[in-house]
T-cell receptor, first 108, second 117 residues
Framework: RKEVEQDPGPFNVPEGATVAFNCTYS??????FFWYRQDCRKEPKLLMS???SGNEDGRFTAQLNRASQYISLLIRDSKLSDSATYLC?????????FGTGTRLQVFP | SAVISQKPSRDICQRGTSLTIQCQVD?????MFWYRQQPGQSLTLIAT?????????ESGFVIDKFPISRPNLTFSTLTVSNMSPEDSSIYLC??????????????FGPGTRLTVL
């Protein structure tokens, strides 16, 4: 089993839709979780950290499920500009392990 | 977050040559990391570079192939030695900061796109 796994997609959704991605991790001792956004030919940019209690930032909501060992990202009211690859990252003994990313394409 | 720059932004190199990539941060940071991202793949950690100590390499990466320098708290270099086409990739440096969310968070430089012919 990979340390961090994501559905590669692509997820093709219309503008205004709600879309959710999951990311599973294998190390139950992991303490820090993140979602990054990566545009084509650009570096990953931190979207949000994921807290145990869940957190929200505008249209974006992140959740952590420790029992099932996954994190999720929910995007509401999708915009064309949300089209990107979304990478999850999980800490594993002082380093981050990245998933392969989920590609989102929002169409008009 | 810290502002991170990398040089060169891209390069095309001949097989057998070496390229040194520079990473500059506008503030002092303890932890710096070097990643590789091959086409269509996710990020793979090459090594962790802390100032004043030898870099720590991940499985599959060795110092002879990817020597790293970390002379101070704002600068690091990664050299890709004796390159082959399989080294064609994007190389990214990142730094760890204590974020506003009270967790250590990594921020990335813009990357160096390397093509080896």
């Amino acid at each position: 089993r990979k340390e961090v796994e994501q559905d590669p997609g692509p997820f093709n959704v219309p503008e205004g839709a709600t879309v959710a991605f999951n990311c599973t991790y294998s190390n139950s001792a992991s303490q820090s979780f993140f979602w990054y956004r990566q545009d084509c030919r650009k570096e990953p940019k931190l979207l949000m950290s994921v807290y145990s209690s869940g957190n929200e930032d505008g249209r974006f909501t992140a959740q952590l499920n420790r029992a099932s060992q996954y994190i999720s990202l929910l995007i509401r009211d999708s915009k064309l500009s949300d089209s990107a690859t979304y990478l999850c990252a999980v800490d594993n003994t002082d380093k981050l392990i990245f998933g392969t990313g989920t590609r989102l394409q929002v169409f008009p | 977050s810290a502002v991170i720059s990398q040089k060169p932004s891209r390069d095309i190199c001949q097989r057998g040559t070496s390229l040194t990539i520079q990473c500059q941060v506008d503030s002092q940071v303890t932890m710096m990391f070097w990643y590789r991202q091959q086409p269509g793949q996710s990020l793979t950690l090459i090594a962790t570079a802390n100032q004043g100590s030898e870099a720590t390499y991940e499985s599959g990466f060795v110092i002879d192939k990817f020597p790293i320098s970390r002379p101070n708290l704002t600068f690091s270099t990664l050299t890709v030695s004796n390159m082959s086409p399989e080294d064609s990739s994007i190389y990214l440096c990142s730094v760890e900061e204590w974020g506003r969310t009270s967790t250590d968070t990594q921020y990335f430089g813009p990357g160096t796109r390397l093509t080896v012919l």
